[in-house]
Structure formats: structure tokens, C-alpha cells
């Protein structure tokens, strides 16, 4: 790589060498030319001082005008002075007339080089403005953060004249992609490669991250150089780069925003779907129900009793079932809205324990709550379905002479409810998916009219949506508690 | 002996419609069916039934409007039949002037035992209830401003006595949060509410109830009370 360089200074040097030679070359035919005719040799002299002019034009760098100068000042002295073909003078105003030209020719040489020169850096400051410009736009119009690493490389290896790489970081899946852009090309090559193969890419390059540490995108990969020409250009790769992170930024979190929005799209739609289906499913329900129990009370025969009570039945638990599906899509939904109310807790938890006595069949319901009156901010009706769907689950998990105990208590800003029965209690292996919709303990399986686990989910969803939260435990002497609790603000409810 | 009595089903589902009238028509009562708030209107001021029992989601109109237009010129007793989740419309409802309300699926027993309440109870105005009120162990002095239990008497504050002839004068009836508070303090503010509770816990202390057995004052949870009527 390195000798490369060399090699190319190398060149580059006799190139410009050959140029001064053959430019000196014409000048001294043309003098020899203008002094065979006969014409004064100060003319000589003029064509000279044009040659240095002519060589300063045509090489990179004051040096070689320099060169030029002397070069031109010694042939002048060799062909054209007293004693000629010799480098000593014997005229005086030939010694001035060569310092003079001497002098005069430096200067303007120097001179025109650095005017090359100026016009040069002028030149390329322009293009290298209007290549940001042009990366700054085509950024502005890549959508998808790959989209603009396919641009990035492409301009990256426009400006810098070589191949670029663009590594972007690993994703979901694991794999990374590779964009290429090679020197003159216009097509971008993008593959899937491993860390093996992103070694190999990346050696003996220089390797700039794009984005920082904790979001990195990926990294660009340029070969080192040396050359003046391209570390000039180089030093616009950081402010590129920024550019390409900020544009990365832009797509990321346009994407994001998008796939957020399909997201809540498809969860809106699968609850309006599960809403209407359930509405619908209402109206025809209540019909049923209440057909059946007409029949139950006028038909005559009692298999035909039995038979309308099983539907009646039937109905009720699909009823229930809809119900259920109804208040999580509600509560899932964010459209719940609370009606809260300063109640009396010995109101809702009266009826609860009402509830509970309709239901309990041979089971024996404790109620124990405090004496006083306690008020506690709260959507009445909603607790309410907590406490019932708390006892139903009790009482479905406790034998028929089981027994169910609802109790109220208050610790410093909190007010606790616990429903305890002395059934079989939680199995571990499903303590940690009691809350979750659709669980079904794997006891309960078997059995027909085990529900579909949505009663424990609405109530941790209402409870949550209260600012409380709710606890499932086994009780040392059997059976299990669900506890919850609701925020107190304040407990003036005493008279 | 019923058969002098006229129902008038306002419901637009064809099946919860029949059965309830199957169910009427069993108990030997008159039942004329509709479909629409317009045509219950029309009938209502035609043919005056005795119960108007409605569906509060009719296809023409709401159901709160069709009892806004029927309290202008008529207190037939009205039960209000809806969803579970239309608390709103429900309280609205009995605000609006209903007499009771029932969630679907309902239970034909419950509407039955409902209607009977409200028969026993239609025809007197709630103004013309007698100076004593029996129920139970349960006397009110209305004159006298006295509460007995068991022959005892018990001492009711001024605000308490008034919130229990409230209810007193409204057996079977469901009486509202806000309907209570605008009766007894007048006017009122949302605070209120929370002396309402307190108050209701502290007559049911007076009377010996236990909120999960009720005799006299029942919950109806986020709606307001009843006062018992067997």
C-alpha cells in the first residue's frame, strides 16, 4: 500500500521532471534559432524567462519553476554569453542581465504556481460543497435506514474516489448486511455476512462507527491513504457521517413510528372485532335464556323441564362467558372509564357477600368488616364484579361444605380486601399465570364448565386501573387468598 | 282476576319480546307488544296501559326520550329494560322517570316479582301515602316525626328522617343517588354524595341491617336505594 504510494510520488516526480526538460529543450532550439538569424541574443533571454512561465504553468508545485529558472539561466550562460559554451561571463552587464532574469523569472514562476495552486484549493472546495450538498439531499430522499446506507456508501465512494463499505449492526435476526460501493461503479452490492467475513472487510481499513456507543447503526469502512489529495478530502468524512446518523435517526424512528401504528391498528381491530362479536351474540342470548325459562315453567312433562333448564343454564354460563370478553376488550381497550364515587364499603362488599350466599349452596360465607363507616373513592359497580368474580372462583374451588371468608381491613393509606377459602389451594406451577387472560388452572381443565380464565384478568385489569394491586397465596392451613388493595386518599368516613 | 290489566312491551328483538309476553300472558295479563318508540308513544297516549315495560336501545329513538315525552302528560309506571354496560342511560333513565330498571339477560321470576311491587303500588301518589308507615318491625309516624323498631323508639336526626320517608314514601322504588340528594338537601354538590353514604350507613345501624341481608334499605350499586316492599 505504502510503497504503492511511493512508487506513484516516484512517478509523478519524472513526469514533471520530463515536462521541465522538454520545455527547456524547445526554448533553447528557439534561441538558437533567433540567434542563427541574427536578431539581438536579449531575445534569447525573453524566451527563456517565457519557458520558466510556460514550465510553472504546467507542473504542480514552485520547485520546478525554480528548477526551470536556474536551468534556463545556465543554458542562457552557456550558449548565449562571452566566452560562449562555457559557464564563466566576462561582460559585467552580463552577470546583471542574468541575476535580474534570474530573479525575475523565481518570482513569476513562484508566483504562478501559487496562483495554480489557489485556484486549485478554490476549485476544490467548490466540488467538495457541492458534493455535501448533493449526500445532504440524497439522505434527505433515502427512506429506510438501509436505503440510506446504500446512499451513504455510494457518495462516500464518489467523494473519495475508492471503494467504500457500510457494515450496518446486527438486528433482530442476527445476520448483518453489507453495502459495497466500488471505485466507478454505480451499483450497490448488498449481502448478509458474518463476523468472519466482517473481519476480513474491515482489515487494514479505517473504521468509522456510525451513531454512538449505546445506538450504534453500523460502521463505514474506507481504504487508508496517503496521498495529500484524498486525506484533503477525507477531512470531510466526519461531517458526512454525522450527516448519515442523523438521517439513520430519521428513518429509525419513522420506522419505528410505523410499526407501532400497524400494531395498534391490528390490536384495535381485534377488539372492535371481539366486541361486535360479542355484542351481537348479547340480544340473541337473553332471548334464549329467557325462552327457556317460560318453558321451564309451562311445560308439563318434566324430562321436557329438564331439557329447557339445561339450555336456560347453558345460556347463562355463555352469557356470563360474553360478558367477561366484553369488560377485558373494554378495559384492554383503555375505554374504561371509571365512575368513581365515595362508596360505603359495607354497601359493595354487602352485596358481594349477598352474592356469595346465593351462589354457596352448602358453603359457609364469613363476612368480617370494619364497624365504622368507611368511604373509599372507588367505581362501585366495577369493584363489585372484583369481589364476585373473586368469591365464584372461591366457591368453585372449595367442596360443597366449604368455606368462604370476605374480610375489610385497613392498614395506614390502603384499604385491604381478602377473599380466603379452605379449598385446594393454587398449584405453584400456576401461580405465576393466575392473572392472565385465558389461563385455566390444569386441574380445572377436564371439566366442562370451567370458564376460560378471563375472571382473574379483569380483576387485576379493574383493580390496576383503581391504582391498587392484587395477590394470589396459599394459606398455610389450606386453601388460597386473593388479596388486593385500593388507594385511600382520604378516610374521613366517620361522622 | 288479572285480566284487567294492560302491558304494553316496547322491545325490538322479536324473541325477547315474545317470551316476555308468553310469560305475561301466562299470568293471565293483557299485553299489547311494539317495536318502536313512536308507536309506544302513540299507544301510551291512545290506550293507557298499566306498565310500560321498555327496552332502552329502540331502533327510532332513544329510550330516555320516549320517557321524557310519556312524564309530560302520564305517571304510568315505567321498568326500563338494558345492556349491562349502559349504566349511564340506566341511571338517566330512572331519573328521566322510570320506576325500575332490569339488565339483560333478566330472569322472568325478577320481572315478574317487579311488576307485582310496582301493581301493588300504582294508582297511589307517593304524596298521598297514609301518616304511618308499617313495614315489618318498621313503623314511620310521618306526623309525628317518630321511627319505631320493634315498638321502640328509635331517634332519627332531622336529615336521616328525611332521607327514610324518601324512601318510605317509594317502596319497590329504585330512588337515585343524585334523585335522593336533589329531594333532601335541594340543591347539591358532588361532596354530597359522600354525606349520602354516610348518612344511609348510619340508618341502617339505627335499623339493624345488615347490608348482605337486607329487611328495609337495599343497595343498588352505583345506582342509589330501594326500599323494600314484601
Known sequence: MIRQAVIKNIRNVCRQ???????????????????????PVINAAVVYVLSVLLVARFTRGYIYGILASVLCMANYNFFFTQPYYTFIVYDKSDIITISVMLIASILTSTLTSKLLHASKLAEDRESQTNMLYQITSSLAKASGVSDVAAVSVQCLSNLLDTDVLC???????????????????????????????????SSEKKVIPIGDASNQY?????????????????????????????AMDREKFSEEKKIVKIEMEHEKFRGNLLRAISHDLRTPLAGISGTAEVLMSNLKNEEDRDLAEGIFEETNWLTQMVENILSLTKIEDGR?????????IEEIVGEAVKHARKIAGQRKIISDIPEDVLLVSMDGKLILQVLINLIDNAVKHTQSDGIVQIKVYTDKNRVWFSITDNG????AGDMPYLFDSFFVAQEAKGSSRSGI????????????????????????????????????KELDGNE | MNNDRLFLIVEDDKQIRSFIRASLENKNYKTICVSTGMEALNIISSNPPDIVILDLGLPDMEGIEVIRRVRTYSLVPIIVVSA???????????????????????????????????????????????????SGDLVVDMDKHQVYLAGKEIHFT??????????????????????????????????????????????????????????YIITEVGIGYRFADE
Not at chain 1, 522538454?22 to 533567433?34: F, R, T
Open chain 1, 17 to 39: 521532471l520530463l515536462i521541465v526538460i522538454s520545455i527547456l529543450e524547445g526554448a533553447s532550439l528557439i534561441a538558437v534559432l533567433i540567434k542563427s538569424i541574427g536578431f
Open chain 1, 167 to 201: 457494515i450496518m449492526s446486527a438486528d433482530q435476526n442476527s445476520s448483518r448486511s453489507l453495502f459495497q460501493a466500488r471505485r466507478g461503479d454505480r451499483r450497490i452490492q448488498i449481502s448478509e455476512v458474518n463476523n468472519v467475513q466482517i473481519e476480513e472487510y
Open chain 1, 218 to 246: 453500523g460502521v463505514i469502512c474506507i481504504p487508508v491513504t496517503t496521498s495529500q489529495e484524498s486525506r484533503e478530502r477525507e477531512k470531510l468524512v466526519p461531517a458526512i457521517i454525522m450527516q448519515i446518523q442523523s
Open chain 1, 336 to 344: 374504561l372509564v371509571l365512575r368513581k364515587q365515595p362508596e360505603a
Open chain 1, 424 to 427: 385446594s389451594g393454587i398449584k
Open chain 1, 453 to 488: 380464565g378471563l375472571g382473574l384478568s379483569i380483576v387485576r385489569a379493574i383493580v390496576q386501573a383503581h391504582g391498587g394491586r392484587v395477590f394470589a397465596e396459599n394459606d398455610k392451613r389450606g386453601g388460597a387468598i386473593f388479596r388486593f388493595y385500593l388507594p385511600v
Open chain 2, 84 to 134: 349491562r354496560d349502559q349504566d349511564r342511560e340506566k341511571t338517566d333513565a330512572l331519573d328521566a322517570g322510570a320506576d325500575d330498571y332490569l339488565t339483560k339477560p333478566f330472569s322472568i321470576n325478577e320481572l315478574l316479582a317487579r311488576l307485582r311491587v310496582i301493581l301493588r303500588h300504582s294508582g297511589t301518589l307517593a304524596s298521598d301515602t297514609p301518616e304511618a308507615f308499617h
Open chain 2, 158 to 215: 332531622p336529615m336521616e328522617f328525611k332521607i327514610l320517608v324518601l324512601l318510605v314514601k317509594n317502596p319497590g322504588k329504585v330512588l337515585t343517588h343524585s334523585y335522593i340528594l336533589r329531594v333532601v338537601w335541594g340543591s347539591y354538590l358532588d361532596s354530597d354524595a359522600q354525606s349520602l353514604r354516610v348518612f344511609m350507613a348510619n340508618i341502617r345501624r339505627k335499623l339493624q341491617e345488615d347490608p348482605s341481608t337486607p329487611k
